[in-house]
């Protein structure tokens, strides 16, 4: 089934809170926690990523439905370092190198508007997107860069652009 990589669009904004918080539940990060299930601007992502060097993309398929996304933000406090934000993918679109297609449109698009670096906050339970971070160059560090308030997202990674 063919999919697209395109910008977020106002209309998106119900169909990938729905993919986040379909994939956040497949996973246990539930709302009660620092997940991004939890941030109040789950459901207005269009207009978030519309803030300055923000932007994010969603992939739909060939009906139109959103089955995932993700986007990039300054990390406040670090000019040059973009955050890697809520990369989630619906478990039927898995597995096809979708993925690492929407980081590389995020890592390309950073790269274009100046950002050096690219940090991600994730969790233990995402075993797969860990290994493609890793993949993908992605080093550990030893504590977060910042508060973006994902305090139960242990996993901290950051990687040059």
Known sequence: MPY???PIQPQDNPQIAQVIRDVSAE????ADKGY???DPTLDSLFEVYQAMRSHYWVMVN???LVVGGA???PLIGKPEVCELQK????N??????FAKKLIDTCFEHARKIGFKQCYLESTAELKAALALYQKLGFQH???PWGNTGHSDCEVVMAKAL
């Open 92 to 97: 039927h679109a898995r597995g096809q190198g």
């Open 36 to 38: 991004s299930v939890a």
């Open 87 to 90: 990369m989630y993918i619906l």
């Open 141 to 143: 560090l030893d504590g």
């Open 71 to 73: 986007g990039i933000a």
């Open 4 to 6: 697209t990589i395109r």
């Open 27 to 30: 996973f246990g990060l539930t």
């Open 62 to 64: 060939q009906d139109g």
